[in-house]
């Protein structure tokens, strides 16, 4: 493949289910485990917006500096408003894209903070923190006690370059010390800064908590910095990976690498049993995945915020394809890390 040739949603899709390991379903019934259904939604995870100040080589949201039109309006944030006040989520978690490029991020985080939703998560990439036009928005984010859950590959400025871009690495060192400085990370604040790291290449993440200690260990000894804890992402085989997968003559082998590493024990802590995703648009998802893969919810009634039937959506079954494999290999990956 062209390494300019973009794959759609519904060719990436058709790419997974025609992978020649066995399906995600046939790893379920294979290991005795049920299909997935919904339980109690926990968390709302908001997609607000696929504009970002960087250009990630791995990036599953196809983000970038040019999608200014992917943006969520304010009619739809209001919507999201309304499903929170319903399902009464303990968390809300604001994803994007770089979601402080929305206008209107901050207004929202000053309404749920009124909903008195009891955990505000920003996906922040640490360079946004950076720009001039967000010269104050650590701060704002001190301010509302918002969680900050931010991108780095790697404690290595090559190898964290390489997947973001250029002088990102510097510029992820310079946000997690303007966060420390004002309290993040330390568990006397109060302010909790989680790390999300994914390996670089087509392979799979090591433990968690070991990962955790030797960032712990380095980020110190190199850079005073500190933080609460560390995430560990598999690299799902969705849009800009599955691509690279592709041209470098990998997938095939990556996809065989998730299949062996199939874990039932991790289906049991899968996001998509406690989440609900929603995209800029207002469309509604099991997973931050599927919403990339446009695979949506299973009631046809009640897909979008504007929509939203609480009694449809509830245990509704989980809308799975090969993509998922990502999520039980090994360790488990999720938004939240780990999930065996």
Not at 2 to 10: D, H
Not at 171 to 176: A, H, T, Y
Request: net charge negative; hydrophobic share 40%.
């Amino acid at each position: 493949m062209p390494v300019s040739q973009r794959l759609s949603p519904a060719e990436q899709l058709d790419t997974l289910q025609n992978s020649t390991v066995p399906s995600f379903v046939a790893h379920l019934e294979h290991s005795g485990v049920e299909i997935l259904h919904a339980g109690t939604t926990d968390i709302v995870q908001i997609n607000v917006g696929k504009l970002c100040n960087q250009v990630c080589k791995h990036c599953h949201v196809d983000a970038g500096p040019d999608k200014t039109d992917e943006n969520m309006n304010w009619i739809t944030f209001e919507a999201c408003l309304e499903v929170i006040k319903e399902v009464q989520p303990s968390i809300v978690d604001l994803t994007g894209g770089a979601p402080e490029l929305n206008p209107h991020f901050r207004n929202f985080v000053l309404e749920l903070r009124l909903l008195g939703v009891p955990e505000i998560i920003d996906r922040c990439n640490l360079s946004v923190l950076l720009l001039k036009s967000q010269s104050d928005l650590a701060q704002f984010l001190a301010d509302q006690k918002v969680h900050v859950v931010a991108s780095l590959p790697a404690v290595n400025e090559k190898q964290t370059d390489a997947q973001r871009g250029d002088g990102v690495f510097d510029k992820s060192i310079e946000g997690l010390r303007r966060l420390n400085a004002l309290g993040y990370g330390t568990d006397e604040t109060g302010l909790q800064l989680t790390l999300m790291s994914n390996p670089s290449g087509a392979f799979l993440p090591p433990p968690q908590s070991s990962a955790e200690t030797r960032f712990k260990a380095l980020l110190a000894d190199r850079y005073g910095i500190v933080f609460n804890n560390l995430i560990e992402l598999t690299n799902m085989p969705v849009s800009r990976f599955l691509e690279y997968l592709i041209q470098s003559d990998n997938y095939d082998s990556y996809m065989a690498k998730l299949s062996a590493a199939f874990n039932p024990a991790a289906a049991a802590g899968l996001m998509c049993r406690n989440t609900l995703s929603i995209s800029w648009d207002g469309r509604l998802y099991d997973c931050d995945f599927n919403q990339m893969l446009e695979i949506p919810v299973i009631p046809e009634s009640s897909r979008t915020v504007f929509e939203y039937q609480k009694e449809l959506l509830a245990g509704r079954p989980i809308a799975v394809a090969n993509h998922c494999l990502g999520c039980t290999a090994g360790q488990g990956s999720s938004c939240g890390g780990a999930t065996s």
